[in-house]
Structures are given as structure tokens and as C-alpha cells.
């Protein structure tokens, strides 16, 4: 097969299905492989984004934009992102082949490691993602990292997967605890909006990194948004598959960092170990990780 020909296009892979069969998780990002179509699938979006950016994202995330010196043009390697953001943070982007288990992603956070999709979704169907990519992570998430704060509530949450299998062995319990951390990122880091100087703007990368969803999550009708509140969070199943009706404002990054202090003495003092249940779908492997605390 032309490893060439498909590029690092997402589902169309080579290097990526060849890495998966191995068994490897954590990769080297082999950037000769990108096509023009990938190339010309993160020109389209950055242009696509940017304007939406301006208009309903995060401030920190537009520092963090101008931080990490993203070009428009073509997709960074991951070297060139770093150079710019370990030294404000301590982050690092590390590239992965794809799904990561959720113990293994939160204590990457815990070492400030961005666990980091290579490939990018096919340049005539920008609006279909049908799992992360390149730019979902890169200009999704990453500019966020540049922010010492919310970095310091990555490595904070990234710890709780940690505590998580010390706390006992009952599979209902350890797969409850799953679903509300996974819960709690969902609706935090992946579809967060906060008020900011009396608006309403967007910091998680799920919506950072969409552009129909960005301006629906701040201005459509469809939309219920909620102070954040921990319990109805954890609480609440979501579809990754459609538009988001209901997301929840937080109020700064400080705001967020005590919620997920919150969120850790909940843990430690079993109330999460009976969420109620619906999606996400906790996969074998994830269960099984927290069970043998980390070993696989």
C-alpha cells in the first residue's frame, strides 16, 4: 500500500493502521507522509476558524494561538509546537496512533504530556470528524496549554485516574468512577464555555475545534446553558455525535481548578461511585487498566 497516496488522512491511514497492529500507542510523527490534501484540509480549517475564533473564543485561547506561532499555511510538527510550549507550561504534544486509554491519557496529563493525534480528517468533508485529529488537538487544545492555569488543572485532573485505583476493586464502582471523570472532561475541557467580562466565550476544544458548533454552542437557541454545576456533570450522559443542547459556563480557569479540587474530594469520599448510567460506553480495556492500576 502507498503510504504516500493516503497520507495521514484520518481512517486512511497506513502508518497509523501498521502502528495499531503493533501495538503501539505513543509513535513518532512521520510529517514526509502528509499529502497535499492533508496540507490543504489545515489550510482550509485554520481559515475556516480563525474568524470564529475572534469572535467567540476564550482570550487565553487566542494568546495561546499567538503563542504557539501556528501557521495557517501548513500543519506544525509537533517539535515546532513544542519549542513554544514547554517553556511557558511545561507541556509537551506527544503523538499517538490513535484511541489512548483513559488511564494512560490522564496520567500522561499528570506529566504534562498532551497525548496527540497525527492524522487529519479529509479536506472535502471538514465538517466530519469522525474521531479526533491533528487539528482538533493542535489548535483545539494545545493553545489552552500555554495557560499556566489551565495547565496546572490538567496535571490536577490527570492525577484522579491515580487515586482512582487505590480505592478499591468492585468493577461497579471503578467503572462509575470512569464515567463521571470522563463526564467531567467531556463537559469541562471538550465543551466548556465560560463568562468572560459579561459574555459568554468558548474554551473547550470540542468546540474550539468545529466550525458549526462554535457559534451554535454561544448563540443558538437550541442550546441550554448552565452554570456549572459538579453534579448535574457527572451525572449527565452526552451524544458525541450531534450538536450539544446543553453545556455549562464556569467563570474563570480558577473557577475550573476548584471544581476539579471538588471533583477529587468526591472521589476520595465514594461520591462517585454510583453515577448514574447512560454514555459513555466504558470500554474493556479502560476498566481493566483501572482495575490493575495502570498495568495492562
Not at 491511514?13 to 495499531?20: C, M, S
Not at 517539535?79 to 490513535?98: H, I, M, R, Y
Not at 474521531?131 to 499556566?148: K, L, N, R, S, Y
Not at 465543551?191 to 467580562?197: C, D, I, Q, V
Amino acid at each position: 500500500m502507498n503510504e504516500r497516496l493516503f497520507g495521514l488522512t484520518t481512517t486512511k491511514a497506513p502508518f497509523i493502521e501498521n502502528a495499531q497492529k503493533d501495538g503501539q500507542i505513543f509513535i513518532h510523527q512521520p510529517y514526509e507522509l502528509y499529502s497535499r490534501d492533508n496540507q490543504e484540509a489545515w489550510r482550509k480549517l485554520y481559515a475556516l476558524l480563525l474568524p470564529k475564533w475572534k469572535k467567540f473564543a476564550n482570550s487565553k485561547f487566542l494568546q495561546g494561538i499567538a503563542s504557539l506561532c501556528l501557521k495557517p499555511e501548513r500543519i506544525p510538527t509537533l517539535d515546532e509546537v513544542n519549542q513554544f510550549l514547554e517553556p511557558l507550561t511545561g507541556f509537551q504534544a506527544k503523538a499517538v496512533s490513535g484511541y489512548v486509554p483513559t488511564y494512560l491519557f490522564f496520567d500522561s496529563l499528570k506529566r504534562r504530556e498532551f497525548p496527540t493525534t497525527i492524522t487529519i480528517r479529509d479536506s472535502q468533508t471538514l465538517h466530519y470528524l469522525p474521531e479526533p485529529d491533528i487539528f482538533h488537538d493542535i489548535a483545539g487544545h494545545v493553545p489552552m496549554h500555554t495557560d499556566q492555569t489551565f495547565a496546572d488543572i490538567l496535571v490536577k485532573f490527570g492525577a484522579l485516574a491515580e487515586m482512582a485505583t487505590k480505592r478499591h476493586s468492585s468493577v461497579a464502582k471503578t467503572r462509575s468512577n470512569i464515567q463521571a471523570l470522563a463526564r467531567f472532561f467531556w463537559f469541562t475541557i471538550e465543551f466548556g464555555l465560560m463568562r468572560e467580562n459579561g459574555a459568554i466565550t468558548v474554551y473547550g476544544s470540542g468546540l474550539l475545534s468545529s466550525a458549526n458548533e462554535i457559534e451554535h454552542a454561544v448563540l443558538s437557541e437550541e442550546v441550554q446553558r448552565f452554570p456549572f454545576q459538579l453534579e448535574w456533570a457527572i451525572n449527565q450522559s452526552f451524544e458525541i455525535d450531534r450538536m450539544q443542547p446543553l453545556l455549562f459556563v464556569v467563570d474563570s480557569f480558577s473557577h475550573l481548578y476548584e471544581e476539579v479540587e471538588r471533583l477529587e474530594e468526591w472521589l476520595l469520599t465514594g461520591k462517585l461511585d454510583h453515577v448514574s448510567e447512560g454514555s459513555p460506553t466504558i470500554q474493556d480495556v479502560d476498566l481493566q487498566l483501572f482495575l490493575n492500576r495502570g498495568k495492562i
